[in-house]
């Protein structure tokens, strides 16, 4: 781990008009960690993520980036966002590209990268993903775990320092839920600093080196998964994991 | 004569029809051209419109909306009359062509416009947010990401939208634009035949059929990969 941390998060404050979503979140991920973040419906939980690219101007406080304040005026925010990856939920890959024109769509336009060069770089994210033969195939032709696949293959081509995932396996069949885990897994093994918000405890429980409890806009609790899930202090989360593990 | 021989001679002249197809010919070519050229100026317009309104400024949305809404509502016919005679009358007087050119134009203009939008609102926020998030600037996810969607989605009633104002360059006659119609029409009256405007007829089927195959055609070649 080094020194400085990848990310900081200090006093982050995100409000929606007068509703409060964010009230003061103080975070820190260090490089190669992945931290998984929990908490019930509305917590702010996607705030949170989507603040730390600024995809949601925060209200107050500061995101702190490689030792660098992403929050100010005269940041150039496209060049920090190719830095940071993110999944989303729904996938949002652009159905009028195939999957290689999904992932090499940044290389070319902001990068200036040539077709030939771009397309290189691409079928290697493809691949990393397992999906290099799915390359010149469009969204609508792919199922729901291999579309997610290629947008973390969109992400990655980019070699971010972070990669921010949004509930990246809620919207899957469950059987298609297994094969966007695995490249996860195999992201988060590679050395990659990931911050995942997800619903899937057993993946927390098991691949997280810390897990985040997230509740009506503030962390209510951190620690190592083995603590968060066996031996939680606040009752919140107590409450949080029982209801949960008794849908599941 | 009978019934038909007396059809033939009133509507199917060939005399008459030898005698003047040039003019309608003439006509034929000023249709296409500002059939094109309104095709063009209308959808660039509209197409800039739209992009402007997706910046979402209130100062600006205020007059696009109003714009397109008037255009909308007026029949075209005021609106090349008003470009006509009524300009003039405040200094900018324009050709018979320039006239019933810019008003189709802005017609069409306003329908392109509000089509446009429509599709560009229809695709999910999460295309842009997804493009965003990789480093695209605003007019790159615009370019590369919204608009090749946007202008698929509103293919179908551009088409449409083009082959209705297109026929309306025949309006163009009341400011004696020489289009097919016009020429036709003075073509009856010297003749004292209408066969011009059976030829006129025709012109309109050989210009605007074809148009209408290739437009349905490039529906269908959009809609493949979906
Ligand atoms: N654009 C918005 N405008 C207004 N309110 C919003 C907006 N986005 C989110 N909110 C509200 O902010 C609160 C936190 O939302 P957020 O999406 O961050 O929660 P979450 O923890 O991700 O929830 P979930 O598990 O349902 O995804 C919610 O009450 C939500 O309704
Ligand atoms: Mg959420």
């Known amino acids: 781990m080094s020194a400085s941390p990848l990310l900081e998060l200090v006093g982050l404050r995100k409000a929606y008009g007068s509703l409060e979503v964010l009230r003061g979140v103080d975070l820190t991920v260090h490089a190669g960690e992945m931290v998984c973040v929990v908490g019930p419906s509305g917590s702010g939980k996607s705030s949170m993520l989507r603040c730390c690219n600024r995809l949601e101007e925060p209200t107050g406080g500061r995101i702190v980036v490689k030792g660098a304040d992403i929050t100010g005026a005269g940041v150039d925010i496209n060049a920090v966002r190719q830095k940071i990856g993110m999944v989303f939920q729904q996938f949002n890959l652009y159905p009028h590209l195939t999957a290689l024109g999904n992932v090499t769509l940044a290389l070319r336009k902001v990068q200036g990268k040539s077709a030939a060069e771009a397309g290189a770089l691409g079928l290697a994210a493809l691949k990393r993903v397992g999906l290099a033969d799915k390359a010149q195939v469009y969204p609508g032709q792919l199922s729901g775990g291999q579309q997610q696949r290629v947008a973390i293959a969109r992400a990655i081509v980019l070699q971010p320092k972070l990669m921010l995932f949004d509930e990246p396996t809620s919207a899957l069949d469950p059987e298609t839920v297994g094969e966007v885990l695995k490249a996860m897994r195999e992201l988060r093994d590679s050395g990659m600093t990931m911050l995942v918000v997800t619903h899937e405890m057993g993946f927390a429980r098991e691949a997280a080196d810390r897990v985040i409890f997230m509740d009506g806009g503030a962390i209510v609790e951190q620690g190592p998964p083995h603590e968060i899930f066996g031996a939680p202090k606040h009752e919140r989360t107590r409450a949080f994991l029982t209801r949960y593990t008794s849908w599941a | 004569m009978d019934g038909f021989a007396r059809l033939l001679d009133t509507f199917f002249n060939a005399e008459v029809a030898a005698r003047y197809w040039p003019e309608i010919l003439a006509g034929v070519w000023i249709t296409i051209?500002?059939?094109?050229?309104?095709?063009?100026?209308?959808?660039?317009?509209?197409?800039?419109?739209?992009?402007?309104?997706?910046?979402?400024?209130?100062?600006?949305?205020?007059?696009?909306?109003?714009?397109?809404?008037?255009?909308?509502?007026?029949?075209?016919?005021?609106?090349?009359?008003?470009?006509?005679?009524?300009?003039?009358?405040?200094?900018?007087?324009?050709?018979?062509?320039?006239?019933?050119?810019?008003?189709?134009?802005?017609?069409?203009?306003?329908?392109?416009?509000?089509?446009?939008?429509?599709?560009?609102?229809?695709?999910?926020?999460?295309?842009?947010?997804?493009?965003?998030?990789?480093?695209?600037?605003?007019?790159?996810?615009?370019?590369?990401?919204?608009?090749?969607?946007?202008?698929?989605?509103?293919?179908?009633?551009?088409?449409?939208?083009?082959?209705?104002?297109?026929?309306n360059v025949a309006l163009g006659s009341v400011v004696a634009l020489s289009e097919v119609l016009n020429n036709a029409q003075s073509a009856t009256s010297t003749a004292g035949n209408p066969t011009p405007l059976t030829m006129a007829a025709a012109a309109y089927l050989a210009i605007f059929i074809p148009a209408m195959v290739l437009a349905r055609r490039m529906e269908n070649r959009m809609q493949w990969r979906v």
Request: positive net charge; hydrophobic residues 60%; glycine residues 6%.
């Open chain 2, 33 to 167: 051209g500002v059939g094109i050229a309104v095709t063009v100026t209308g959808l660039t317009i509209g197409l800039g419109l739209a992009i402007l309104r997706a910046k979402q400024w209130a100062w600006l949305a205020v007059p696009i909306v109003a714009f397109a809404d008037i255009m909308r509502a007026l029949p075209p016919l005021i609106v090349i009359i008003v470009f006509f005679f009524a300009f003039p009358l405040i200094g900018i007087s324009m050709s018979a062509f320039t006239a019933t050119w810019l008003s189709l134009s802005l017609v069409l203009a306003a329908y392109a416009e509000e089509s446009l939008w429509g599709a560009i609102l229809s695709l999910p926020r999460g295309q842009s947010e997804a493009a965003r998030s990789t480093g695209l600037t605003w007019w790159q996810t615009m370019s590369a990401v919204i608009l090749p969607q946007a202008l698929r989605l509103a293919l179908p009633p551009l088409t449409n939208r083009v082959i209705a104002v297109s026929k």
